[in-house]
């Protein structure tokens, strides 16, 4: 528990090190000020290897001695609960006592499921600078001198890093004006560094935005830096941005910042799509690393592991308390009671359930992973599909992930379209089924195709009849119409996402619902069609 003591002399002598500048007056004053930034660079990073040791300490003792943990884990909750009946110590009475409850995934699902329970702000901080302290130290080990002095920056007002640091942002190295609430700002800042060696933004989805407007307002921006706005003019800076946006999208990235390495964005559900299409265009050639798995709840993984090419998160045993509920495979039941993490199976899949001492309430998340490794006790996993995010007009229950993989292959017969985003409704939520059987109206967001054709729209019918026998059946027999796909314009999505971000319940990190339930949210696309 000492480690915050610690950290704040740290951040004192860094706010403090300015005055030393006295004692060096006999040099210029760039001089004074490049010396004071190095040293500061050197406290700063100092401060953090020093707090991802005792972090990576700590790690190695719980995940080693997991049952211990969790049991240590599960009493804290029942200790901070705020409930009279809560005297029992062992799981097999907490399970018994504390059903398992559904959470409402996204703001998008129906009403009358529990909300995700929020983790109080002790046990999110510590879980959140755990996650971020050894997320910064493995991810400089993997990309050498992504955290040197002006090597980052973070193009989006939110941050992949769970945890901001107790030090000045700038110190470790990032590019970008303090405090600043304008993301035009920030790309700015960041267009006008050409060393940059990570690019940082909350969420793939946002980054994606951010390289879909630079593309539609890259002469305006290009204008500014030439004209020093902020800044010194940096008219050859500017050229070199006008020069790289003609060359179009494909490694775009790259072109501005020949010294980037790799992209850091928060893995959360729905972002598949953003990073398939971020790794085909405009990040080409880059590195993606998602520092941390989190939900509302808190952190609930940890990536160790930036060099690989997809998160894979280590599940820890401290706070929020995790149990794993088994998925029967091929169906989307589940087995009736909960597991440990060193219950764990390679190769099986598993829903979260989270339990936390400020809510007490046993929540399934719905979100479902697959364990493919282990760290000392611990599994190590990877995210696969949200259960909530599931087609049915008839019984039938096409998941998120097989419908997504239908999708992909219909498109991939479009000749030159690239998929950046969708979202489906069930025909009942926008009354189009009238004098038609019901069925499911798609809405996707494409690159190199401006209209769709019937043959196009033809091919999504038949990819989901191929990956699933119950749709083919089901539309053989009339009993489901055939898949209507629409074309939105460019913003459709972000409309969307402002319309999500509005509900007072919305979660974070946000988590783009592939499945509307709500009209108004599905007409929010349905204005916005182009073809």
Known sequence: MLLWPLLLLLLLLLLLLPTLTLLMQQRSQDARLSWLAGLQHRVAWGALVWAASWQRWRLEQSTLHVHQSQQQALRWCLQGAQRPHCSFTDISTFRNHLPLTKASQTQEEENGEQPLPRT????????????????????????????????????TLTSPWPQPLPWPGNTLGRVGTRGTKDPRALLLDALRSPGLRALEAGTAVELLDVFLGLEADGEELAGAIAAGNPGAPLPERAAELREALEQGPRGLALRLWPKLQVVVTLDTGGQAEAVAALRALWCQGLAFFSPAYAASGGVLGLNLQPEQPYGLYLLPPGFPFIELLPVKEGTQEEAASTLLLTEAQQGKEYELVLTDRASLTRCRLGDVVRVVGVYNQCPVVRFIYRLGQTLSVRGEDIGEDLF????????????????????????SILDSSAGSAPHYEVFVALRGLRNLSEENRDKLDHCLQEASPRYKSLRFWGS?????????????????????????????????PRVLRHRHLAQCLQERVVS
């Open 404 to 427: 997504s993989e239908a999708l992909g292959r219909a498109v991939g017969q479009w000749p030159g379209a690239k998929l950046l985003d969708h979202s489906c409704v069930e025909s």
């Open 120 to 155: 109080s702000n002790q046990d999110l901080g510590e879980a959140s600078l755990q996650a971020t302290v050894l997320g910064l130290v493995a991810l400089n080990k993997a990309y050498p001198e992504v955290l040197a002095q002006g090597g980052t920056a973070r193009l």
């Open 480 to 512: 489901v119409g055939p898949a209507r796909v629409h074309l939105v314009g460019q913003g459709a999505f972000r409309a969307l996402r402002a319309a999500l971000a509005a509900c007072p319940s919305s979660p974070f990190p946000p988590a783009m």
